[in-house]
């Protein structure tokens, strides 16, 4: 099995352009979070799914966030317009829905830099 | 609410030490689970443990080893004659049943010196 993939490992973008992150979960999984791990805030839970439709959103920061997963396959994280203060390093993780055995399994992360 | 503390933020010690990690949690739910992960200097997560809240034992695994109490909260992770291959940033986390949002601490480092 090939982990869960996401793209790109690194992004550097300027403050104000648009940011997407892509994810394809771990084949048979049917649900699907995104984190972000800063510093000060170590690691948070921005939004999860599960059968491809979005859960619990209430970590996504503000309206610039959106995320979408239109098929089992994949899944996009946006930001729009980005700010310095989104630089962070953004994880996919993947399982299959919660059971006696599940764990998540991650992703290697984008190192995502505003400038 | 739930909620994860890692009290150590950094902890150095040379090679061949054992080295405790502490883990205390708090949650209302009699279901939980609780997770350790390890972060290398490459960054990914790397699954480690899963216990839930209704097996107390304790578990080993080669160098590893895990403490889970109750009464207190905590779920304690120990490597004994750590190595430099363990340093990393060690994360506990926890899960309550019937939710899908695992809810991490803010990590140890973990630095083993040659």
């Known amino acids: 099995d090939a982990g869960v993939i996401q793209s790109p490992r690194h992004e550097v973008t300027e403050m104000g352009q648009e940011v997407t992150l892509r994810c394809k979960p771990i084949s048979g999984h049917n649900s699907l979070f995104w984190y972000r791990q800063t510093m000060m805030r170590g690691l948070e839970l921005l939004i999860y799914?599960?059968?491809?439709?979005?859960?619990?959103d209430s970590g996504m920061p503000e309206d610039r966030f959106s995320a979408k997963m239109p098929n089992a396959s994949f899944s996009t994280l946006k930001i729009q317009p980005s700010e310095p203060r989104d630089s962070a390093v953004y994880f996919c993780?993947?399982?299959?829905?919660?059971?006696?055995?599940?764990?998540?399994?991650f992703g290697s992360g984008t190192q995502l830099s505003v400038l | 609410a739930q909620k994860v503390t890692q009290a150590q933020t950094e902890i150095s010690v040379v090679e061949k030490e054992d080295v405790t990690l502490d883990c205390v949690y708090e949650?209302?739910?009699?279901?939980?689970?609780l997770f350790w992960y390890k972060q290398p200097p490459s960054g990914e997560l790397v699954f480690l443990i899963r216990r839930n809240s209704f097996d107390e034992q304790n578990e080993i695994s080669g160098r590893y080893s895990w403490n889970f109490q109750k009464s207190t909260s905590s779920f304690n992770f120990t490597i004994t004659a750590s190595q430099v291959v363990d340093s990393a940033v060690y994360f506990c986390?926890?899960?309550?049943?019937?939710?899908?949002?695992?809810?991490f601490g803010k990590g140890t480092k973990l630095t083993v010196n040659p």
């Open positions: 993780a993947s399982s299959r829905s919660w059971g006696v055995d599940e764990k998540l399994f």
């Open positions: 986390a926890l899960i309550q049943g019937g939710s899908e949002k695992l809810v």
């Open positions: 799914f599960n059968n491809n439709v979005p859960i619990d």
């Open positions: 949650t209302r739910d009699t279901t939980y689970y």
